[in-house]
């Protein structure tokens, strides 16, 4: 039967060997984190987005590298899934991008602080993380079903308007799908439309959006680009 | 109770029931935002929430060792306290730095590091009191002649906690190195030295409350604390998949994690072994029913639910999702919570001297509370494996499937009312122990 004597040499036995272990690995993932993490690229601005990030605690809501509170979305990809266009203007006013949707604190960050904590995202973004986080495998079939002779999406519709409207089964559901937009709509209303949302219809919660007129022209073609299937 | 200075305990214990109470409160909070109702908004955003809700369970846990330290070392040294007045000061010192820290969070105040988000100048003021502490009892321990096994793994655990709150204070600018320390201390503490804490608590109620021999359960308190070692440490890398660390920690910590489970399943035998073997019937039983039930209920929380949230292909889709508080709930609870509650029930007729442990109330407050957890870990687990499917597998919008769930939230908040029913029962039978005055029994030995 086993005595104390022996069960104490294995705790302390096995405590020191598994330690060993364990600094022995941190050593190591010490070694790879500069390469793996990207470090030559932290620049200051990426520095000072991470005490931004700290300093007002948006882990109590995000999580970033799937760590934080489960309240607000995860921003890891966040730089390549909504773009600078779209962070900017969410951190200038949360209540632009959501209204009435679930709410942000708006911190009153300086357009300096944006750019930091935009600088950090996209940092973050590019940290390997092992493959997390991964593809939804399951919604892929909606999105081919959209089929080889659809238009291309511009950057700017798969980064600011699919947050909250959908396209052939994926996207936000805040505003309306925008499946056959074109056909409901023609090209001048829709400019106008995009210009100034309030202007054409007072009170609605469709945002002025911060576009170029580059980006509007796009957007518009695309847009009236998008029929009805027929019957 | 043995010894006059046991009675700081009460104070601790006192703390536990405070910020166990505000606790749940900020819990509240947070369930009716994610039911849709977040009206204190303006007032209490949801990070402010849940800062001070983690931070008050870290923050009782802590005072209920502290408070369970000072209750169990007297008694096992066979003398006073070193210094009781110092045991008072760092006390109310403890209640001063949390508060501060609390009301800090409210002002946007603090650090963005899940779990450590106390700021930093208050840090050094914790590691500060937490190392009287460790004196004061190490010195106890020190002065007396008898040194038993479960005050020395209690001494150790507490004194690696401290220690191990060092890394988290690591200074750097690199995301992935924050993380890597900051799971130095929040791993390290509840899979690693925290267990050693709870086995050693565990082993003392044991003796007291069982009758069996005090070398059959110390062994045995090694081995379980061992088994602890051997999974918990490795174990870490259950954190370090998918921050940014090298690829070979999803082996390393899949194999480990997965044989966390064992140390828990162990205790949770030996805590029944024990309790069946133990030929004496202590009347206290509801303090037996709180001991066997923390070693059961840690097994289901933090072992099983553990386990199958830190499977690497697993975690791949649950990290970062509301799976995470479905686990976190039942271990805290299950591990910590109710090891706290455990001791609290067979000290408080010892140090009041009233014996209420046969009143409906105190059966009640187990039954009631346990049960309540259950239904919240379920509702938990609802939301969670559904934001896990059309969030992470189909690739839905986060804020639509955010709706989606919202009704669970429902289900959560009377799962936590439950809850509460039972805690309040806990709190108001504490209360109407009264004052820690009862007659000291002990005479201290003297160092040869």
């Known amino acids: 039967m086993l005595s104390k004597s022996a069960a104490k040499a294995f705790f302390l036995g096995g405590t020191v060997l598994l330690s060993a272990i364990f600094l022995g690995l941190t050593w190591d993932t010490f070694q790879q984190i500069p390469g793996r993490t990207n470090a030559a690229a932290l620049t200051d601005s990426v520095k000072r987005g991470k005490h931004l990030w700290e300093d007002n605690n948006c882990m109590g809501c995000h999580t970033l590298f799937g760590e934080g509170a489960y309240y607000a979305p995860e921003l890891t990809k966040v730089f390549e899934r909504r773009g600078p266009v779209f962070i900017a203007a969410q951190l200038k006013n949360p209540q632009a991008m959501f209204p009435g949707e679930r709410n942000m604190t708006n911190y009153h960050f ?122 | 109770m043995k010894f006059q200075s046991q009675k700081v305990a009460w104070g601790f214990f006192a703390t536990c029931m405070l910020l166990f ?65 110092l045991a008072w000061a760092q006390l109310i010192a403890f209640v001063v730095v949390g508060v501060t820290a609390l009301i800090g969070f409210h002002f946007n105040w603090w650090e963005g590091r899940k779990f450590l988000e106390i700021p930093r100048p208050l840090d050094f ?53 924050d993380s890597f320390w900051r799971w130095w201390v929040v791993h390290l503490w509840v899979e690693g030295v925290w267990e050693l804490i709870m086995g050693a608590i565990l082993s003392y109620l044991l003796i007291k409350l069982t009758g069996v021999d005090r070398e059959i359960i110390e062994k045995w308190l090694y081995v379980i604390v061992g088994f602890t070692f051997l999974s918990g440490i490795l174990g870490t890398g259950h954190h370090y998949y998918y921050i940014g660390t090298p690829r070979y920690w ?57 386990f199958a949230h830190t499977i690497p292909q697993v975690n791949m889709y649950t990290h970062g999702t509301l799976v995470t508080a479905m686990h976190g709930h039942m271990a805290f609870w299950g591990a910590y919570a109710m090891l706290i509650l455990g001791i609290i029930t067979y000290s408080m007729p010892l140090l009041t001297g009233r014996k209420l442990y046969e009143h409906v109330t105190a059966g009640f407050a187990f039954w009631v509370s346990n049960v309540g957890m259950v239904a919240m870990t379920l509702a938990f687990a609802v939301a969670g494996v559904t934001q896990v499917v059309l969030e992470r597998r189909v690739g839905m919008d986060f804020l639509t499937v955010q709706k989606e769930i919202s009704v669970h939230f429902i289900g959560l908040i009377l799962a936590a009312s439950l809850f509460t029913l039972g805690a309040a029962a806990f709190i108001w039978n504490f209360i109407r122990y009264g004052m820690p005055n009862a007659p000291v029994t002990g005479v201290a030995v003297a160092k040869e």
């Open chain 2, 250 to 306: 999803l082996m390393v910590g899949g194999v480990f994690s997965a044989l966390e489970p064992l140390s828990f399943l162990g205790m949770a035998i030996y805590a029944f072994a024990m309790a069946k073997k133990g030929g004496r019937t202590h009347p206290n039983r509801v303090a037996l029913l709180w001991t066997v039930g923390c070693a059961f209920m840690s097994f289901v929380g933090a072992g099983f639910l553990g």
């Open chain 2, 21 to 85: 109470t505000l606790q749940i409160v900020y819990g509240f909070i947070m369930a009716f935002a994610h039911a849709g109702f977040d009206g204190l908004h303006q007032w209490i955003p949801f990070n402010t929430a849940r800062a001070s809700h983690t931070n008050l369970l870290v923050m009782w846990m802590l005072s209920g060792f502290m408070g369970a330290a000072y209750w169990i070392i007297p008694d096992e040294t066979d003398r006073e306290l070193a210094w009781p007045k």
């Open chain 2, 125 to 177: 003021l914790v590691v500060a009191d937490v190392l009287l502490f460790i004196a004061n009892i190490g010195w106890t321990v020190w002065k007396s002649p008898k040194k038993s096994t479960t005050s020395m793994v209690l001494f150790f655990g507490l004194l690696a906690a401290a220690l191990l709150y060092l890394p988290g204070m690591i200074p750097t600018d690199n995301q992935t190195v």
């Open chain 1, 110 to 231: 300086e357009d300096a602080q944006i750019a930091d904590l935009v600088a950090f995202f996209e940092w973050c973004g590019k940290v390997d993380l092992n493959g997390f986080p991964a593809k939804p495998t399951l919604g892929a079939p909606a999105q081919r079903a959209a089929g080889p002779n659809a238009p291309p999406r511009p950057l700017i519709f798969s980064q600011l308007c699919i947050t909250c409207h959908a396209l052939e089964g994926a996207g936000g559901t805040v505003g309306p799908a925008l499946d056959g937009v074109g056909s409901r709509f023609d090209a001048a209303y829709l400019d106008r439309w995009l210009r100034d949302p309030a202007a054409v219809k007072p009170g609605t919660k469709m945002p002025k959006l911060p576009l170029d007129e580059a980006q509007l022209t796009e957007l518009v073609t695309f847009l009236s680009s998008q029929k009805e299937m027929a019957r």
